[in-house]
């Protein structure tokens, strides 16, 4: 059975940084295309950051210049470095993966994010 694990989250107060790791297991991880969403209470769930079999990435406007999603192939692991987090960062953080058909999508359970003085 396919799993995708987060874990990382956390509480922290405005301007500080949390890392983010997804641990992925029974997919052809390096063919998948990963990408962290997030979703806040009473609000849709929205993409943050995803990356490409091949690395290449892509930001929300959100989380452009604050946020890093870097992946390691040899270890079956994405990761969300976020930096100089707001109070609207606040969410429930899911890790996806999605492979080269479209039935291969899959999610973690989430992580909680909560940003607050």
């Known amino acids: 059975q396919v799993q995708l694990v987060e874990s990382g989250g956390g509480l922290v107060q405005p301007g500080g940084s949390l890392q983010l790791l997804c641990v992925a297991s029974?997919?052809?991880?390096?063919?998948?295309?990963m990408a962290w969403y997030r979703q806040a209470p009473g609000m849709a769930r929205e993409v943050v950051a995803t990356?490409?079999?091949?690395?290449?990435?892509a930001y929300s406007d959100a989380a452009k210049a604050r946020f890093t999603i870097t992946r390691d192939n040899a270890k079956n692991t994405v990761s969300l470095q976020m930096t100089s987090l707001k109070p609207e960062d606040t969410a429930v953080y899911y890790c996806?993966?999605?492979?080269?058909?479209?039935?291969?999508?899959?999610w973690g359970q989430g992580t909680q994010v909560s940003v607050s003085s």
């Open positions: 029974r997919i052809i991880f390096s063919s998948y295309t």
């Open positions: 996806n993966g999605r492979g080269l058909v479209a039935w291969q999508n899959y």
């Open positions: 990356i490409s079999s091949d690395g290449r990435t």
